[in-house]
């Protein structure tokens, strides 16, 4: 027996079992919805659970060892990600402006939740001499009161290489109040990561963990990092602060990536619900438009929404959270689902039209195009499933629950679906286009165009490939830049900009210099190579990447050498001796300054650099850091090791994973769906061949994607497998419908003919609903949404014009030299 007829024999027994099923259903149609609503009903109970989160951290997976370092970094020295309050006003040396800004510090302090520091310049560390003691305090212990008092503050503000470009701009136009949150969450949850934290627990142990016998079970149960909600409950009680003080001279802008990741999650809910309601009236419209019959408007809508209320409430009970990435799953949901139910209407009503019962009908529906359904669903989730190894968090868990969600869809449209048709009251009556029609006029032209000109046809559609594919490989760019995904008019875009043009920016690399003995740190030679690579750091200029401020314990060293120096500026450098450096540093942890937390552990083994850097594309910080990290690392030399982390390491890291991540899932979707399409086909030959137009759309569409310099993204890059999945859904229903014909007529032109004036309104239908589904996403407030409704719109649409133009005229080309098996 041979290869075509051994899949025969399985395509018909199953098609023989799904006919069979049919008459179950019908027979006890009751009895399965009453099943079918306990259960879902039990499911949906937990959808009150589902999560929101968007933090750039969360774009890796928890065992990613970039993401567990920079866990463990915070929980040593807190949390890198500040919030920065913006205060734009004439003069920033002023008594009045001073007086607010010193008011609203004050009540920022007071009200909100999570601070672990406020720092301004009502408050910013005045390390100063007084006779043989060290006096470190604020530099407004009590605000001035004269045009003296004001003068000295200004003198000692200007002096201060620290306060410019991090707490008042040159200019003194702009202040700036810089909050650090709690890097742990207040909430009673721990992580367990024993397994993950192996390797890494040392890296950041201190004196705290020796003699107190808590070392071990501190590396087996971590404390949660603060979480969304809190973060939340920060950002909401600054604006309710902003409020009160915003007024013409004294204008506010609420920067930094808390703020930005708020924002994103209320984007992320509103947009959810406002394109999941768009999607469903758009869809019904067309619909009724179409049918003309209320149960081809209610069933397919209702068996699509309760899959997506089933697929969300799955998250909420696998902790799986919402993302930006995962918020287009409720649409395509709704589009997948209405696909399904349409291909299963179509048959059954022509059935019903011949005079079958509704039994009848309903189980040749099932047998007929129930294994096109299952198999159509089967390719669209492998296809999905490519992304499950992305080392993008968000992409695998895209690739992880829209297939749950697929086969959801799958399941209701199977069971609850033939059930609702056989208690739901319905007349008889066509519900296929008329055969004089524009669409069928144009499926008609499709096939006489692709059976007498096959070889100009496969010209042109090669053509297409050959330019797409040298678009492609010469221009196509990638990036991270989650700035860019705001309207211009944003007040965090805004806020962002804001601090990149005034304050160097407002991200940081944190870069660890670790010696490996007790008071290591307590070194000059250690503290002048610091010196040095952050000299060397402000030199480069790479792309839109720069750094032009540092914070080290060396800036700490040289304020106290100079204050113990009678305030002289010449005095202002990390002393020679090592015994003096010691002790000068021993008097600033006795002055009552915790400043020295924030820079050394506790045994001062190690210390942290904090270079500040714009918030800026990914893109620019990779070449940055492939010339920074070598020159750093030749600098420090054999005298400390270097470890390089904070939130632009994690972003460097998501942007090797985005690279990384589009070749593997491209490459595995490819090989997933390919075996499913030989199948279902019951060809090699053929199914190979089919894979030609189903990788054309994607080709085309990122060759258009580099011409017009879009570039991949997190979004962009989800383009390709989601349109290979449902492309080849649009192939399986063409080929498998052409064999038949073309088996029965034994006439090629006939088969095309006759599966473009069947199937073919099944397709055109089909793509039409799917491009609605994503091109729903261009009424987005973010650009990167927009962007990936467009571009998977017009690449499904590619697909349709491939399944009705290109695969005819490889299956004509095919047919005059073997017949089709």
């Known amino acids: 027996m041979g290869a075509s007829q051994f899949f025969k024999r399985i395509r018909d027994s199953i098609e023989f079992r799904l006919g069979v099923w049919g008459r179950i259903v019908y027979r006890h149609a009751w009895l399965v919805i009453l099943i079918s609503c306990l259960c879902l009903a039990a499911i949906i109970s937990q959808l009150p659970k589902l999560q929101v989160v968007a933090s750039t951290e969360d774009y890796l997976h928890e065992n990613d060892p970039a993401r567990i370092f920079y866990d463990q970094f915070r929980r040593q020295y807190g949390r890198d990600q500040a919030i920065i309050v913006v205060v734009e006003t004439d003069e920033v040396f002023e008594l009045e402006f001073l007086e607010k800004l010193a008011r609203l510090h004050t009540d920022i302090e007071d009200n909100v939740p999570k601070l672990q520091d406020v720092m301004s310049l009502v408050n910013a560390r005045n390390t100063r001499g007084e006779g043989d003691s060290l006096i470190v305090g604020d530099l407004m212990e009590e605000l001035p009161t004269s045009a003296q008092e004001l003068a000295e503050v200004k003198r000692i503000a200007y002096a201060n290489p620290l306060y410019k470009n991090n707490f008042f701009t040159h200019d003194g136009k702009y202040a700036a109040i810089v909050i650090e949150t709690d890097a742990l969450s207040s909430t009673e949850e721990f992580d367990d990561t024993d397994v993950a934290l192996s390797g890494f627990e040392d ?146 009503f022509q059935a019903l039209n011949r005079g079958e019962g509704k039994e009848k009908s309903l189980s040749y529906a099932l047998s007929h195009s129930g294994l096109a359904v299952i198999m159509t669903s089967l390719t669209t989730a492998g296809g999905l499933l490519s992304f499950t190894s992305a080392g993008m968090k968000p992409v695998a868990d895209f690739g992880l629950i829209t297939p749950i969600g697929i086969l959801c869809a799958l399941t209701l449209s199977l069971i609850l679906l033939p059930a609702l048709i056989s208690v739901f009251p319905m007349r008889t009556g066509s519900m296929v286009h008329r055969n004089n029609g524009p669409a069928n006029r144009f499926l008609l032209a499709c096939a006489r ?152 552990d506790s045994l001062f083994t190690q210390a942290r650099v904090t270079i500040k850097i714009p918030f800026t594309d990914a893109l620019h910080f990779v070449p940055f850091n492939e010339v920074f990290e070598p020159k750093a690392r030749e600098i420090m030399g054999d005298a400390a090791e270097l470890q390089f982390t904070g939130i632009k390491a994690v972003m460097g890291k998501i942007f090797f994973e985005l690279m990384n991540g589009m ?120 650009g990167n949404l927009r962007t990936f409704g467009m571009l998977t719109g017009f690449c499904i649409s590619m697909a349709f014009l491939a399944d009705v133009l290109f695969a005819p005229a490889l299956v004509t080309v095919l047919s005059r030299y073997r017949k089709p098996a």
């Not at 992320?268 to 209320?294: H, W």
């Not at 969300?312 to 799953?329: H, K």
């Not at 020679?576 to 010691?582: G, M, R, S, W």
């Open 203 to 348: 890296d950041f142990s201190d004196a705290g963990d020796e003699g107190n016998g808590e070392a071990g079970e501190s590396a087996e149960i971590e404390q949660k990092i603060i979480t969304t909600e809190e973060d939340e409950a920060i950002v909401a009680a600054l604006r309710d602060i902003i409020v009160n003080y915003q007024s013409e001279n004294f204008n506010i802008y609420l920067g930094g990536s808390p703020p930005m990741i708020v924002r994103t999650m209320e984007i992320i809910r509103v947009d959810m619900s406002k394109f999941t309601l768009i999607s469903m009236i758009t869809i019904g419209l067309l619909l009724a438009f179409l049918f003309k019959r209320v149960v081809m408007v209610i069933l397919p809508l209702t068996v699509s929404f309760l899959s997506v209320l089933c697929t969300l409430s799955l998250m909420a009970m696998t902790n799986l959270p919402m993302t930006i990435a995962g918020q287009i799953i409720p649409s395509f949901l709704i589009a997948v689902g209405v696909g399904n139910s349409v291909h299963i209407f179509a048959v059954f």
């Open 663 to 782: 070749r593997d899932s491209y490459l595995l979707a490819v090989l997933v769906i390919t075996p499913l399409m030989i199948f279902l086909i019951g060809s090699l030959r053929l199914g190979l061949i089919s894979m030609i137009p189903n990788l054309t759309p994607i080709i085309i569409t990122l060759g258009g994607m580099a011409w017009l310099g879009i570039p991949i993204d997190a979004f962009t890059m989800l383009i390709g497998s989601i349109a290979l999945g449902l492309a080849v859904d649009d192939t399986i229903h063409f080929m498998h419908n052409f064999q038949r014909f073309y088996l029965n007529t034994g006439d090629c032109e006939e088969a095309i003919k006759q599966t473009l004036t069947t199937t073919g309104h099944a397709l055109l239908f089909t793509t039409v609903v799917l491009t609605i589904g994503f091109l729903v996403y261009m009424l987005s407030v973010m």
């Open 449 to 600: 165009i692709s059976y007498h000109h096959p070889l100009k046809v496969i010209s042109v559609w090669f053509v297409l490939i050959g330019l797409g594919l040298f678009s492609a490989i010469k221009d196509l760019s990638f990036s991270h830049n989650p700035m860019d995904w705001y309207p211009k008019d944003d007040p965090v875009r805004d806020a962002i900009l804001m601090v990149n043009d005034h304050f160097d920016g407002g991200m940081t690399l944190e870069m660890l210099v670790k010696t490996g003995e007790e008071n290591g740190v307590k070194d000059p030679e250690i503290l002048r190579r610091i010196d040095e690579i952050v000299a060397y750091a402000k030199t480069l200029s790479i792309g839109e990447m720069y750094a032009k401020q540092a914070t080290s314990l060396s800036d700490i060293s040289k304020e106290i050498h100079q204050a113990l120096n009678e305030n002289r500026s010449e005095y202002y450098k990390i002393p020679d001796d090592k015994t003096l450096l010691a002790q000068e540093l021993l008097l600033f942890e006795n002055s009552g300054s915790d400043d020295l937390e924030d820079r050394v």
